[in-house]
């Protein structure tokens, strides 16, 4: 059995739905309720049970649950720590592996993780480029390399080309950023239809820009209530900063690192953008690349809990409300 096999039934168990949780991890409804027969199965006990259109954990179920996330969690610190003491394995006469972040993730990781894997990795080389998605998308299809690592944010509607993976990293969602003293920065949340009539500093990025053309009905035209539209983050902040405008965060910043001189608000309802690693099928990562992907993975999860799977729902729910 896979230990991502225990992740899943554990988040089912969670969410108390196997098609939300199905949606959370974009998996289909039937492979994972394959998934959990296969677990049950193997280990001869009923985990979960429907009555009516309620999923509840056995007692059984309980118990097993309660060791399987004990498993899970030595695994990941496991994971964290082989990463961290095979930095001397790590061959000096490999190519330099490249780490592509598209906009959305360097914001929130750029500075987190070059350090991070610097000190993990001192003999790795290792370079960090920042491109918007269409532009990784180029670099996937036309130039695969196997020390390449590609990692991404999308938004909830984005379809991932055939000829890719996508493994599911973080899970955030849109929120509005508004400077401190703002016309706006006593509100508790931001309702869509708000959104359609006030001004907007947006940063020109193709997945942010699909997300708002979604999310407000924009229809592939620029609304009127368009302020500016910028690749520069620091100008956006001073504008935001000036003016009784509204610009965009994720919950990553909501949660971590609340920024400076700005009010986070919360947008009803508002649209996932998942963060993850983007992969072409055909093409296997060296071993330095998998072990560098490998202990970012188990980095995240250990520093930003509040962004994982296991939590968005929870969070997502209390928005709602």
Not at 55 to 73: M, N, P, R, W, Y
Not at 81 to 92: L, Q
Not at 289 to 295: H, I, L, Q, T, W
């Amino acid at each position: 059995m896979h230990i991502e096999y225990l992740r899943y039934i554990l988040d089912v168990a969670k969410n108390q739905s196997i098609s939300k949780t199905a949606s959370l991890l974009y998996m289909s409804q039937q492979g994972l309720s394959r998934i959990i027969k296969i677990i049950e199965e193997e280990h001869g006990i009923i985990i979960l049970e429907r009555t009516g259109n309620t999923l509840s954990v056995t007692s059984a179920g309980k118990e097993f649950l309660k060791h399987a996330q004990k498993i899970v969690d030595e695994y990941d610190k496991l994971r964290l720590i082989s990463a961290m003491y095979s930095k001397d394995k790590v061959n000096p006469q490999t190519k330099p592996i490249s780490l592509f972040l598209s906009y959305c993730v360097a914001n929130n990781l750029y500075p987190i993780i070059s350090t991070s894997i610097a000190t993990a990795f001192p003999s790795l080389s290792l370079s960090i480029i920042e491109a918007n998605y269409e532009e990784i998308l180029h670099s996937i299809n036309e130039s695969p390399s196997h020390n390449a690592i590609y990692l991404v944010t999308i938004s909830e509607k984005t379809m991932i080309e055939p000829n890719m993976s996508f493994q599911f990293l973080m899970d955030t969602t849109t929120m509005v950023k508004v400077g401190k003293n703002s016309c706006y920065a006593n509100k508790k949340y931001f309702h869509k239809d708000e959104l359609k009539q006030a001004p907007l500093v947006i940063l020109k990025d193709p997945v942010l820009l699909n997300i708002f053309d979604l999310f407000l009905d924009w229809k592939g035209k620029i609304p009127n209530n368009i302020l500016l539209v910028t690749t520069n983050i620091n100008y956006a902040n001073r504008i935001l900063k000036k003016r009784n405008a509204v610009g965009f965060i994720d919950s990553f910043f909501y949660h971590y690192y609340k920024p400076e001189n700005f009010i986070v608000i919360p947008i009803k309802n508002s649209i996932r953008t998942p963060s993850g690693f983007l992969q072409n099928k055909n093409v296997a990562l060296s071993p330095e690349a998998e072990m560098v992907k490998s202990y970012l993975t188990s980095y995240i999860k250990e520093n930003f809990p509040l962004v994982t799977v296991q939590n968005f729902s929870t969070y997502t729910n209390a928005i709602n409300q």
